[in-house]
């Protein structure tokens, strides 16, 4: 292979590694799978690929580049993770068009990358308001009392910072689990001494913070853009988180009435 070669070779293989560290940031930030497959095809094609492929589920990304002088790259990339992140998204969205519109070095594209991937959660306080606001507000919409709200308040407190902590060696359903548990007891064990009036009211409060509802509506916006799969991995994920919220409130209002 002549110095040449190896060249193109090695821009090729970058250039699908850059577009794929986009489409991963965007699957990883709760993207739809046909989002992401056109970003990364669209990124190629900016560059003066000849073809591309992209196949992308939940948890996995398979592309392929074929330049306009024949060489070839084949790469995948596995996604263990992933939540709702709409500021990540927006900033990968940037990336991409920018991209597309104007074509930058590869070293500007990375750095690109890295400054998207800097991009960080509103601010805690913010976030913290938001799931107070959130929880107490849906409580008085569902016909809860003022004392009913500021519970839900408490519980929507609860929530956001077991969302910020990480808790090593736990995976995602079994937190759901542990915090409608606790949530559940706590409002409970709250009414039950007088605080608030409607406990099933405050839950259906706190629920709404748990509920994957955006997941839930991405599963079916991919399954009729044509991603079946993803659609329906998507779906069932969404499906058994639901189950573990409700198994969770379902075990405290159990517990609770037979213990207080």
Do not use: W
């Amino acid at each position: 292979m002549d110095s040449t070669q190896h060249i193109t070779r090695t821009f090729s293989d970058r250039l699908l590694c850059l577009a794929l560290d986009v489409g991963e940031g965007m699957l990883k930030s709760g993207a739809e799978i046909h989002r992401v497959e056109e970003s990364i095809r669209m990124i190629c094609i900016s560059y003066g690929a000849a073809h591309v492929e992209v196949f992308a589920i939940t948890s996995l990304i398979v592309a392929s580049v074929r330049l306009t002088d024949g060489e070839y790259s084949v790469q995948m990339r596995r996604v263990y993770n992933s939540s709702n992140h709409l500021l990540k998204i927006e900033a990968f969205n940037t990336v991409s068009r920018k991209i597309c519109s104007d074509t930058p070095s590869l070293d500007e594209f990375e750095e690109m990358i890295r400054e998207a991937k800097r991009k960080t959660h509103y601010p805690t306080t913010l976030h913290i308001l938001g799931g107070i606001l959130a929880a107490s507000a849906f409580t008085v919409v569902f016909g809860g009392s003022l004392f009913d709200a500021l519970i839900a308040a408490i519980m929507g407190l609860i929530v956001v910072l077991s969302d910020l902590v990480y808790i090593k060696n736990i995976n995602p359903t079994a937190k759901s689990v542990l915090i409608s548990f606790v949530c559940g007891t706590l409002t409970c064990i709250l009414v039950h001494f007088g605080i608030g009036h409607n406990e099933h009211k405050i839950m259906i409060g706190t629920i709404m913070l748990l509920i994957p509802g955006l997941a839930f509506g991405n599963s079916l916006r991919d399954m009729l853009d044509g991603d079946i799969i993803a659609g329906i991995f998507r779906l069932v994920q969404s499906c058994l988180t639901a189950v573990m919220i409700a198994i969770g409130f379902g075990l405290a209002i159990f517990i609770s009435g037979v213990l207080l």
